[in-house]
């Protein structure tokens, strides 16, 4: 760990008074220097508009936007930057799908599969969509542990799904989902899949050649980049045929009083400016993370929530919630009778920043029974000591609290 955090940690400049245990990964990231350093120099001295200058700084800004686009295709093993959608982040991406791909495809009485895990960014506009189509929308089911429950899948999807939409790994219990045995059930029904990576891309390799997913959404914040920029892998196939999402400037190919063609992909679903800053900053996030390595993030962080299980369970009266076999960096727990959010403010006093809440999850806030959960997340940047830090803070609660 010692190694690791001098690899990292030491990258952080948030970090430099050596004060803050911040263990909120999965709501932001914090920034490396190097991605700070990447938006400052492109509003310093490469700033201009992208695709639409002779000149030298265009040229310039448009080099560093779409080499993010390269840098992302080769980092999720994209077959063609043609596949890569520049959004503002996973919420948007999924809004995109779901009115440009399948709204069109959805008639009354067919339905939508998600899960009782997903984020409500993963939630709402399937039901939002559903609701105004007229059709049904389906909830795989829990376990005990906080897994799906495998042999309940096969029936939800029928020859009436037109979309199945699933979280990657759990933002509130950490599950990592086995899309693996799922996504081939889909694929025996011709059932497009969509996978939420906002709580996977940061934390181990992802590849869309293995994961065979239709589309894949995820944020650029929660992958130690900047925040209002995100990412949308879809199949070539799927987004040639789909219409653009929003109208305007640099999404066509021609304009008239009386007709208006779009531009190829990927850049008929990126109307207006583009968030050029962003993507400089996106682009060095993703050699941050290439540096370190997808694999070795996730063996450390492995160790590091193996680690952080042991102390919690320890705590007496502390109760973990979520007891899936496969897990990624990610601990929610409540305690005794003292509420999450007291919990969270108490730590707080020493320094110690956690989540408190329902974390976008409601319904599976109300499936547990429970108001909300304190919760523990990890990223690269931390290390045992932090867990230890915080365990000595959960002492200080427990001298309220009694």
Known sequence: MTDFRQH??????????????????????????????????????????VHRGAYDLAVKATEIYEGTREKIRKFIHATSTREIIFTKGTTDGINLVATS???????????????ALEHHANLIPWQMLCQKQAAELRIIPLTREGEFDLSLIPNLLDNRTRFLALTHISNTLGTRNPLEKIIPLAREKNIPVLIDGAQSIAHQPVDMQALDC?????SGHKMYGPTG????????????????????????RSVSFSETTWNTLPWKFEAGTPNIAGAAGLGAAIDFLENIGMENIRRQEEKLLHYATEQLAGVEGLQIVGQAAEKSGIISFTWKNVHPHDIATILNESGVAIRAGHHCTQPLMQL?????????SLGVYNTT??????????????????
């Open 229 to 252: 920029i995100g990412i949308l892998f879809g199949k070539e196939t799927h987004l040639e045929a789909m219409d653009p999402y929003q109208f305007g400037g640099e999404m066509i």
């Open 8 to 49: 990292t940690r030491l990258q952080f400049p948030i970090f430099a008074s050596d004060t803050l245990v911040y263990l909120d990964s999965a709501s932001t990231t914090q920034k490396p220097q190097t991605v700070i350093d990447a938006i400052s120099r492109y509003y310093t001295s490469e700033n201009a508009n």
């Open 368 to 376: 547990l029974g429970l108001p909300g959960t304190a919760r523990v």
């Open 214 to 218: 239709d589309f894949f959404v995820c």
């Open 385 to 402: 000591a932090d867990i230890d830090l915080l365990i000595e803070a959960l002492e200080r609660v427990r001298g309220v609290f009694g």
């Open 101 to 115: 791909f399948v709204k069109p495809k959805l008639l009354p009485g067919d339905n939508v599969v998600i899960s």
